[in-house]
Nanobody, 122 residues
């Protein structure tokens, strides 16, 4: 009932920047937490950054100071500005949203985007 469409991935050199976008659509009543996870080959999916509807953020330690998460609630969109990218940031990045739909306003469910590849390489 909630669809997430990601964009912005690609190939970038170390030290470069990328901005990821994730737009949510559907019968949305409320989006509580929006964020980003990533998964590298052979690794578990890990939290990168999240933001609550109240603006509280949570970052993976290794991206603090380099990545910035933001939300445009009017557009139901979450962004991840990634600066000073490192090869170890290479992964598939997944948008994640905790939200509810009009049909079940108080029931919150996690929704996932399709993933977008970020490759940091020279």
């Amino acid at each position: 009932q909630v669809q997430l469409v990601e964009s912005g991935g690609g190939l970038v050199q170390p030290g470069g920047s990328l901005t990821l976008s994730c737009a949510a659509s559907g019968n949305i009543f409320m989006l509580n937490v929006m964020g980003w996870y990533r998964q590298a080959p052979g690794k578990q999916r890990e939290l990168v950054a999240t933001m609550t509807d109240g603006g509280t953020t949570n970052y993976k330690d290794s991206v603090k100071g380099r990545f910035t998460i933001s939300r445009d609630n009017a557009k139901n969109t979450v962004y991840l500005q990634m600066n000073s990218l490192k090869p170890e940031d290479t992964a598939v990045y997944y948008c994640n949203v905790e939200g509810s739909v009009w049909e079940s306003r108080s029931h919150f469910t996690d929704y996932w985007g399709q993933g977008t590849q970020v490759t940091v390489s020279s």
